[in-house]
Structures are given as structure tokens and as C-alpha cells.
């Protein structure tokens, strides 16, 4: 079944205790991208990538990092992370030039 | 700027209706526009995808259909069903901009039993 698949659905942590949320996709898509979704303020853009080793900042990158080492993953790592990140996170993934995207599951994160 | 705006935020309608959800854009320069629908804390999952080139995409009961020159989309939903009860967002994708697709805030659906 073609899919993007998150990893973990749900994670409380604490204030500065670096983690790392993973996503695959088994479809060969080109793009992946990472959005966060709050009440009030829809989804935004975090990062994105056009291809492996191609990264850049979507609207609010602050205090987020991504890789892109092989097509298929790309992981959102937050090395401090603070109250405000508390958010639903969503990765995406699409194929050029004419692509819909495809959403992961999303996973709920809380910073305590 | 890109806008994209679905209005009503909320709709409630009787179970069997058939209903209309809009979203409009401000800039007809678009690749595309997609319908998705989310479930309370769930992901989105794609509807219907509109490529600028067309006027319309149906899919089981919904139909979406897209007019570039006013900036309009609407998705047709017939037959309504206490299991369509959900958010739906429209999104678009800009020419010339393979960064992102801007999200509209999405219309919460309730299907009244």
C-alpha cells in the first residue's frame, strides 16, 4: 500500500530533551515536506525537500532541523525543544510536476 | 501572497442533504488544487486532486470542480452521510512553485443523524 508512515503517533517530552520524529514513504516521491497544525493558525510549512541531500525552510523553521540522506526518509529533529513546539505535526510527500501530496498519519506532540 | 479562504468555518446539515463546501483563492496562477478531509487529531486524507487544465474530478459521491478565472472551487457532496461528518481543507499549489501548497483553514463538517 502505498503510504507516509510516522513514527511515533504520540510523544510527551520534556524542555530541551533533543528527539526525532521519522518519516517514510514507499512511493519514490521526490518532494517530502513537514507541517505543523495548530488551532486558529492552520497547517504551515516547516521544511521541505526537493530531493536526497535538498533541504530547505519552509515558513517557520525555527528551532527544527531536517536530513534528506536517501529518498525515502526524512526525519524532523528538534534538539531543544520548548512549549511552543507543542503542535500535530504532519509529513507529506509528492512526485513532480503534477503531484498531489500524500500525508502521514501526523504525530501529537507535547513539551512539557 | 497566495490567500486561500473556505467559508463557512462550520456548517451543519441533515443527514441525506446534498451540500456544497467553497474555497476561493486570490492568485489563479496554479498548478493544481486538492480536497482533503481530516478527522478529528487525524491526518489528511487526499480526496480529489484538480489539475488547472480541468474543470472537474468526481469520486464516489463527492464532485469537485474548479473555476481558475474567478478563483473559485467547490466540493459537491450528495447524499450526505453521518460518516462524512469532518474538517475539509482545500489546498493549491502555485506555478512555478514546487515548494509548497497553501492550505485554506479548512470547513468543519456535521452530518446531523
Known amino acids: 500500500e502505498a503510504q507516509v508512515t510516522q513514527n511515533p503517533r504520540y510523544l510527551i517530552t520534556v524542555t530541551g530533551k533533543k528527539l526525532t520524529v521519522t518519516c517514510s514513504q514507499n512511493?519514490?516521491?521526490?518532494?517530502m515536506s513537514w507541517y505543523r497544525q495548530d488551532p486558529g493558525l492552520g497547517l504551515r510549512q516547516i521544511y521541505y525537500?526537493?530531493?536526497?541531500?535538498?533541504?530547505d525552510k519552509g515558513d517557520v523553521p525555527e528551532g527544527y532541523k531536517v536530513s534528506r540522506k536517501e529518498k525515502r526518509n526524512f526525519p524532523l529533529i528538534l534538539e531543544s525543544p520548548s512549549p511552543n513546539q507543542t503542535s500535530l505535526y504532519f509529513c507529506?510527500?509528492?512526485?513532480?510536476?503534477?503531484?498531489?501530496?500524500?500525508f502521514g498519519s501526523g504525530t501529537r506532540l507535547t513539551v512539557v | 501572497k497566495q490567500e486561500v479562504t473556505q467559508i463557512p468555518a462550520a456548517l451543519s446539515v441533515p443527514e441525506g442533504e446534498n451540500l456544497v463546501l467553497n474555497c476561493s483563492f486570490t492568485?489563479?496562477?496554479?498548478?493544481?488544487l486538492q480536497w482533503f478531509r481530516q478527522d478529528p487529531g487525524k491526518g489528511l486524507t487526499s480526496l480529489l486532486l484538480?489539475?488547472?487544465?480541468?474543470r472537474e474530478q468526481t469520486s464516489g459521491r463527492l464532485n469537485a470542480s474548479l473555476d481558475k478565472s474567478s478563483g473559485r472551487s467547490t466540493l459537491y457532496i450528495a447524499a450526505s452521510q453521518p460518516g462524512d461528518s469532518a474538517t475539509y481543507l482545500c489546498?493549491?499549489?502555485?506555478?512555478?512553485?514546487?515548494?509548497?501548497?497553501?492550505f485554506g483553514k479548512g470547513t468543519r463538517l456535521h452530518i446531523l443523524p
Open positions: 507529506a510527500s509528492g512526485q513532480p510536476p503534477d503531484y498531489g501530496y500524500t
Open positions: 512511493m519514490n516521491h521526490e518532494y
Open positions: 525537500s526537493m530531493n536526497v541531500e535538498v533541504t
Open positions: 492568485d489563479s496562477a496554479i498548478y493544481n
Open positions: 484538480i489539475q488547472s487544465s480541468q
Open positions: 489546498a493549491v499549489r502555485e506555478l512555478n512553485r514546487d515548494d509548497k501548497i497553501i
